[in-house]
């Protein structure tokens, strides 16, 4: 076992383990959680971009 670990096991406080656990799982799970909504702004911006561009080369031919 990890002596961290050990040592948090000797002195009972599971709690904090878990507790450590649950916010170090929940810390990594925002950060994937606004990475991938960053990357989804960045496509609807390509999108969005994309839309422009064609309505600016209609618009030109009329």
């Known amino acids: 076992m990890d002596p ?3 040592s948090v096991v ?3 406080d599971l709690a ?3 507790l ?3 916010a170090s799982g929940a810390s990594g799970l925002l ?3 606004l990475r991938e909504l960053a990357q989804s702004n960045r496509r609807f911006n390509d999108f969005v971009n994309e839309i422009a561009r064609l309505n600016a080369q209609f618009h030109t031919r009329d």
Do not use: D, E
Request: glycine fraction near 6%; proline fraction near 0%; charged fraction near 5%.
């Open 16 to 18: 904090h383990l878990a």
């Open 20 to 22: 450590f656990l649950w």
């Open 4 to 6: 961290v670990t050990q």
């Open 31 to 33: 950060v994937w959680v």
């Open 10 to 12: 000797q002195r009972g």
